[in-house]
C-alpha cells in the first residue's frame, strides 16, 4: 500500500490577511497550516518526507507542499496511479457549522481553506488528470500527531501525549497505543492551550511566535524560578484530574480578539509590566518571566502525563506535537515519569502531520501500522558528485578539489576544525524535521566559546544567549554527558537535554549552557558512519570526540536542501570551508585548500 501524506493549509495566511487586515503582522503567524511538508510511506517504510520551504526557501510555510509531493513521488519511484490515498493531517468538515457560528472562521475561510474539498481542489489543480481528489482521506490533527510517533516507535504499548498550540479544536490529547490501535483518553480544548500561552509570551518577549520559542526556552535559564512562581501558577492551574485549566486566554471572546491574543497581552502587561518591544535590550524581569513560563509547562506536561501513566500502568511513552519540540521540558518529562522507554517523532511539529496522517491511514488497511523503531530521518533529497561538482563549477568564487575516500573527508574536516576553522557540511539525504542531524550541519570546535561568538553574531544572526548543541559519538556519550547506559538512542535526534559532567563544562565552553545543560546529539556508527568517523577523528585530534553542531542556513532561511543552497549560504555565511559530499572547497582568497 501506497500513502501519500501532506500537511499544511494553502492561503491560510492571505485569508487571515483579507479578514483581519490591521493586525500587528507578527500576529498573521497566529493561523493553521504552516510547516506544509509531504511524506510516502509504502510497505516497506517510510520511502521519503520532505518540508515545502526546503524546495521554494521560504521558512516555515503552509503552501500546498507540490514540490515536497513531487520528490517523494520521484524518490520512490511511484507513480500517480500507484497512489492509494492521500492522506491529510487535519479533518476540519464536521466542525464547520459550530466554527462559523462562534465566530472560528468565516463561512467562506473555512471554506477556502479549511474544508477537505479545498485540499481536493488543490490535488486537481497540481495533478491533472489523476484521481487523487477521491482519494483524499482527512486524520484529525491530533491523531496524525500520534500516529506519527507511536507507529515509528518500535513500542506495542505506549501512552502518547500530543501537545501543540491547537489542532481543530484540542490543544493537547492524551492517547493510549496498544498494537494497531491509538485509543483517546483524554482532550483538553484549545481554551487550555500551553502551546498557546508559550506562543503569546513569546510575542510578549519581542520574539515571533510559532517560530521564537526556542529563543523563550534558552532564556529561561537565565531566570530565577522564584520571582513569578505565583503568577504562573495562577495562570496555569492544576486539576485533581490530571488536567489544567489556563485562564490567560479565556479573555480573547470576540473573533478580533482571539486571532491577535489583545486581552491576553493586555492581562500579561498589568501583570508583568510592558512589553519588550523587538530588538530591546534583555532585562532580568525578562529572563525571571522566560523561567517562569518554562517551569509552568513542565509543570503541567508532567502533572497530565503521571496522572495518565499511573491509570493505564504505560511503561512506554510518546511525545508529539509542537511543544515536543521543546527540549527542556521533554528532559523534565523524562527524568521525573521513570519510564522504560521514550520516543519522540524527530518531526515533532506540523510537518510531521504529513507523516502521520500516512501512517494512521495505512494502518487502518494493514494488519500492523507498525514498521520498528525509526532510526535517522534522512528521508530528503541526495544528490551525486555531479551534481555537486557542476553547483561548486557554477561559483567562480569557489576552489576545490576531490578528496579520495570517505577516510581523507573525515580526516580534512576534523583537521580544519581542530585548528579553528568552522565548517560546512553537506552529506546524504537531508533530515526531515527542524534538526540538523549531521547531513545539513554546520560545525565546530566544542571547546572554544569563539566559535559560538561568531557562529551567533556572523553566521546565524541570533541572539547570544542561545547556546549550540553537541555531537558526541555513542561510545563517549555518558563520559561528558549525564546520560544513562542504553538510554543513548533517545538523544539521536536532538530532543533533550542532558547535563554535562562537572569536570567538562568549562572545556566544552562553545556547547555548555548557563544552567550546564546542552541539547545533546548522540552519533551511533551504524546510523550516520560518516559523521560518526569525523566526531572520532576530530577526537583523535582534540582528545574530545564532541563537534558542535548546528543546522546549515543563515538566520530566517530555512535549512539548506540542494548543494547549489550549500554553496550560496557557503559562501554568504562566509564559513571557512565546505565539505559537501567527498569535495572540499574554499572561497578564493580566504584559506588554502
Same mark, same amino acid.
Given at each position: 500500500?501506497?500513502?501519500?501524506?501532506?500537511?499544511?493549509?494553502?492561503?491560510?495566511?492571505?485569508?487571515?490577511?483579507?479578514?483581519?487586515?490591521?493586525?500587528?503582522?507578527?500576529?498573521?503567524?497566529?493561523?493553521?497550516?504552516?510547516?506544509?511538508?509531504?511524506?510516502?510511506?509504502?510497505?516497506?517504510?517510510?520511502?521519503?518526507?520532505?518540508?515545502?520551504?526546503?524546495?521554494?526557501?521560504?521558512?516555515?510555510?503552509?503552501?500546498?507542499?507540490?514540490?515536497?509531493?513531487?520528490?517523494?513521488?520521484?524518490?520512490?519511484?511511484?507513480?500517480?496511479?500507484?497512489?492509494?490515498?492521500?492522506?491529510?493531517?487535519?479533518?476540519?468538515?464536521?466542525?464547520?457549522?459550530?466554527?462559523?457560528?462562534?465566530?472560528?472562521?468565516?463561512?467562506?475561510?473555512?471554506?477556502?481553506?479549511?474544508?477537505?474539498?479545498?485540499?481536493?481542489?488543490?490535488? +486537481? *489543480?497540481? !495533478?491533472?488528470? /489523476?484521481?487523487?481528489?477521491?482519494?483524499?482521506?482527512?486524520? %484529525?490533527?491530533? &491523531?496524525?500527531? @500520534? $500516529?506519527?510517533?507511536?507507529?515509528?516507535?518500535?513500542?506495542?504499548?505506549?501512552?502518547?501525549?500530543?501537545?501543540?498550540?491547537?489542532?481543530?479544536?484540542?490543544?493537547?490529547?492524551?492517547?493510549?497505543?496498544?498494537?494497531?490501535?491509538?485509543?483517546?483518553?483524554?482532550?483538553?480544548?484549545?481554551?487550555?492551550?500551553?502551546?498557546?500561552?508559550?506562543?503569546?509570551?513569546?510575542?510578549?518577549?519581542?520574539?515571533?511566535?510559532?517560530?521564537?520559542?526556542?529563543?523563550?526556552?534558552?532564556?529561561?535559564?537565565?531566570?530565577?524560578?522564584?520571582?513569578?512562581?505565583?503568577?504562573?501558577?495562577?495562570?496555569?492551574?492544576?486539576?485533581?484530574?490530571?488536567?489544567?485549566?489556563?485562564?490567560?486566554?479565556?479573555?480573547?471572546?470576540?473573533?478580533?480578539? +482571539? *486571532?491577535? !491574543?489583545?486581552? /491576553?497581552?493586555?492581562?500579561?502587561?498589568?501583570?508583568?509590566? %510592558?512589553?519588550? &518591544?523587538?530588538? @530591546? $535590550?534583555?532585562?532580568?524581569?525578562?529572563?525571571?518571566?522566560?523561567?517562569?513560563?518554562?517551569?509552568?509547562?513542565?509543570?503541567?506536561?508532567?502533572?497530565?502525563?503521571?496522572?495518565?501513566?499511573?491509570?493505564?500502568?504505560?511503561?512506554?511513552?510518546?511525545?508529539?506535537?509542537?511543544?515536543?519540540?521543546?527540549?527542556?521540558?521533554?528532559?523534565?518529562?523524562?527524568?521525573?515519569?521513570?519510564?522504560?522507554?521514550?520516543?519522540?517523532?524527530?518531526?515533532?511539529?506540523?510537518?510531521?502531520?504529513?507523516?502521520?496522517?500516512?501512517?494512521?491511514?495505512?494502518?487502518?488497511?494493514?494488519?500492523?501500522?507498525?514498521?520498528?523503531?525509526?532510526?535517522?530521518?534522512?528521508?530528503?533529497?541526495?544528490?551525486?558528485?555531479?551534481?555537486?561538482?557542476?553547483?561548486?563549477?557554477?561559483?567562480?568564487?569557489?576552489?576545490?578539489?576531490?578528496?579520495?575516500?570517505?577516510?581523507?573527508?573525515?580526516?580534512?574536516? @576534523?583537521?580544519?576544525?581542530?585548528?579553528?576553522?568552522?565548517?560546512?557540511?553537506?552529506?546524504?539525504?537531508?533530515?526531515?524535521?527542524?534538526?540538523?542531524?549531521?547531513?545539513?550541519?554546520?560545525?565546530?570546535?566544542?571547546?572554544?566559546?569563539?566559535?559560538?561568538?561568531?557562529?551567533?553574531?556572523?553566521?546565524?544572526?541570533?541572539?547570544?544567549?542561545?547556546?549550540?548543541?553537541?555531537?558526541?559519538?555513542?561510545?563517549?556519550?555518558?563520559?561528558?554527558?549525564?546520560?544513562?547506559?542504553?538510554?543513548?538512542?533517545?538523544?539521536?535526534?536532538?530532543?533533550?537535554?542532558?547535563?554535562?559532567?562537572?569536570?567538562?563544562?568549562?572545556?566544552?565552553?562553545?556547547?555548555?549552557?548557563?544552567?550546564?545543560?546542552?541539547?545533546?546529539?548522540?552519533?551511533?556508527?551504524?546510523?550516520?558512519?560518516?559523521?560518526?568517523?569525523?566526531?572520532?577523528?576530530?577526537?583523535?585530534?582534540?582528545?574530545?570526540?564532541?563537534?558542535?553542531?548546528?543546522?546549515?542556513?543563515?538566520?530566517?532561511?530555512?535549512?539548506?536542501?540542494?548543494?547549489?543552497?550549500?554553496?550560496?549560504?557557503?559562501?554568504?555565511?562566509?564559513?571557512?570551508?565546505?565539505?559537501?559530499?567527498?569535495?572540499?572547497?574554499?572561497?578564493?582568497?580566504?584559506?588554502?585548500?
Amino acid at each position: 500500500m501506497n500513502v501519500l501524506g501532506l500537511s499544511g493549509l494553502d492561503g491560510s495566511v492571505a485569508a487571515k490577511q483579507k479578514e483581519f487586515p490591521h493586525l500587528d503582522p507578527r500576529m498573521y503567524r497566529n493561523a493553521q497550516g504552516f510547516d506544509s511538508a509531504a511524506a510516502l510511506v509504502t510497505d516497506a517504510g517510510v520511502a521519503a518526507a520532505a518540508a515545502q520551504e526546503r524546495f521554494n526557501r521560504r521558512k516555515a510555510c503552509g503552501e500546498f507542499p507540490l514540490d515536497a509531493a513531487r520528490y517523494c513521488l520521484r524518490r520512490s519511484r511511484i507513480s500517480l496511479d500507484e497512489v492509494d490515498f492521500v492522506a491529510h493531517g487535519f479533518a476540519y468538515d464536521a466542525l464547520r457549522d459550530r466554527m462559523v457560528a462562534a465566530g472560528h472562521a468565516s463561512a467562506d475561510r473555512f471554506d477556502a481553506v479549511y474544508s477537505s474539498l479545498a485540499l481536493a481542489n488543490k490535488l +486537481r *489543480e497540481f !495533478f491533472p488528470g /489523476s484521481n487523487l481528489g477521491k482519494k483524499l482521506t482527512c486524520v %484529525p490533527h491530533h &491523531l496524525a500527531h @500520534a $500516529a506519527s510517533c507511536f507507529y515509528l516507535s518500535g513500542f506495542d504499548n505506549a501512552l502518547i501525549l500530543v501537545s501543540d498550540g491547537s489542532g481543530e479544536r484540542q490543544s493537547a490529547t492524551v492517547y493510549l497505543g496498544q498494537g494497531n490501535k491509538i485509543r483517546m483518553l483524554r482532550e483538553i480544548s484549545v481554551d487550555d492551550s500551553l502551546g498557546l500561552l508559550y506562543a503569546v509570551f513569546t510575542h510578549y518577549l519581542g520574539f515571533s511566535l510559532f517560530l521564537d520559542e526556542f529563543k523563550v526556552m534558552g532564556l529561561a535559564s537565565y531566570g530565577d524560578p522564584r520571582t513569578y512562581r505565583q503568577a504562573f501558577s495562577d495562570i496555569v492551574r492544576l486539576q485533581d484530574d490530571g488536567g489544567y485549566a489556563v485562564s490567560l486566554l479565556s479573555a480573547n471572546r470576540s473573533p478580533e480578539q +482571539r *486571532e491577535s !491574543f489583545s486581552e /491576553s497581552l493586555k492581562s500579561l502587561a498589568e501583570i508583568f509590566g %510592558p512589553p519588550r &518591544l523587538p530588538g @530591546a $535590550a534583555i532585562e532580568p524581569r525578562h529572563q525571571d518571566i522566560a523561567r517562569g513560563l518554562q517551569d509552568s509547562l513542565e509543570r503541567a506536561l508532567i502533572h497530565i502525563l503521571s496522572h495518565y501513566k499511573k491509570e493505564t500502568g504505560a511503561e512506554n511513552l510518546c511525545l508529539s506535537g509542537g511543544v515536543a519540540l521543546n527540549c527542556r521540558a521533554n528532559a523534565a518529562i523524562k527524568q521525573a515519569l521513570h519510564v522504560s522507554g521514550m520516543f519522540i517523532q524527530p518531526a515533532a511539529g506540523d510537518d510531521g502531520t504529513a507523516l502521520g496522517a500516512a501512517l494512521y491511514a495505512r494502518a487502518q488497511h494493514m494488519p500492523s501500522g507498525h514498521f520498528g523503531r525509526m532510526s535517522m530521518p534522512y528521508w530528503g533529497p541526495s544528490f551525486r558528485a555531479e551534481r555537486i561538482a557542476r553547483a561548486l563549477r557554477q561559483h567562480g568564487g569557489l576552489r576545490f578539489r576531490r578528496l579520495r575516500s570517505g577516510e581523507a573527508v573525515a580526516t580534512e574536516a @576534523a583537521r580544519r576544525i581542530a585548528g579553528g576553522q568552522i565548517v560546512a557540511w553537506f552529506q546524504g539525504g537531508m533530515e526531515f524535521g527542524p534538526r540538523a542531524l549531521g547531513h545539513r550541519s554546520i560545525l565546530g570546535d566544542p571547546r572554544d566559546a569563539r566559535v559560538r561568538d561568531r557562529l551567533n553574531a556572523a553566521v546565524k544572526g541570533r541572539d547570544s544567549f542561545l547556546p549550540f548543541a553537541p555531537a558526541v559519538i555513542s561510545e563517549k556519550a555518558s563520559t561528558y554527558f549525564h546520560v544513562a547506559p542504553g538510554d543513548e538512542h533517545e538523544y539521536a535526534h536532538m530532543l533533550l537535554v542532558a547535563r554535562v559532567r562537572a569536570e567538562w563544562t568549562g572545556r566544552l565552553a562553545a556547547v555548555t549552557h548557563v544552567d550546564d545543560s546542552a541539547r545533546v546529539q548522540i552519533v551511533s556508527r551504524a546510523a550516520n558512519p560518516r559523521f560518526w568517523n569525523v566526531i572520532r577523528r576530530f577526537g583523535s585530534i582534540s582528545g574530545v570526540p564532541i563537534l558542535l553542531n548546528t543546522s546549515l542556513n543563515l538566520s530566517g532561511e530555512p535549512i539548506v536542501c540542494t548543494p547549489e543552497d550549500a554553496v550560496s549560504t557557503f559562501l554568504r555565511g562566509r564559513l571557512d570551508a565546505l565539505v559537501i559530499g567527498n569535495f572540499l572547497a574554499v572561497a578564493r582568497g580566504r584559506g588554502e585548500i
